[in-house]
């Protein structure tokens, strides 16, 4: 079946009968839908919608199909290529399953990796366009590998409060800037000494005000822009109540933590 999405991938990118809006894409513009299916792959995961799951995973094959043929036209690689090369990456990682028990684990293997291609820091190779909360969170990661972290969670939740008076006394609006991103590294720090993930964590919250402020406008319905802000925070705390109300009733007890 892959090949038929090969094949019609190169329907669209002929330049004589092609797609005109295919036939001018290039991997620049590509990537930001490269990345959006990523994300309504997770947005579907995290919702357990299988229906949706399969349609997402679709869109997203269909990315590396795209990347694969601009790829090809180039002379430079090709789908095969592609595929060969995550089939040799996984036999290669997993030699515990696939040769050698005593291997050394998936991280070891990476780093050996890394040296091999010529990737000396310890930071190599964590992806610029990551999510920037992840992208943190992986570069601390990192730098924990090396000894360059705190013992517990005092350390980040010390620099949080260093970070805060920094912001509120900034001269100028760059600098407040410069301040406040460091006031979310200290906040993905302080998250993984607690084994938050911050990334998930903050999709969670943008759906629970999402939730909540959808809430807010059902039960004031047109009238919801024209209240004041008590009128609103009254609504956001019934609304809240309610949710919580929900939580606790008999037999709707919250997920245990996964």
Known sequence: MLERLVSIMAQLRDPENGCPWDRVQTFETIAPYT???????????ARDDMAALVDELG???LQVVYHARMAEERGAFAIDD??????A???RRHPHVFGDSHSPGWEAIKAEERKVNGAGSALAGV???LPALLRAEKLQKRAARVGFDWDDADGPRAKIIEELDEVETAP??????EEIGDLLFAVVNWARHHGVDAEAALRQANAKFERRFHGMEAIAGKAFPALDLSAKDALWDQVKAAEKATLTAPGNAPNPPR
């Not at 100028?172 to 800037?177: E, G, V």
């Open 82 to 87: 592609v595929v060969d090369a995550i089939c």
């Open 172 to 177: 100028d609006a760059n600098a407040r800037a």
């Open 59 to 61: 869109d997203l094959q």
């Open 35 to 45: 990345i959006e299916e990523a994300y309504e792959v997770a947005d579907a995961c």
């Open 127 to 129: 992806a610029l366009g």
């Open 89 to 91: 990456k996984m036999i």
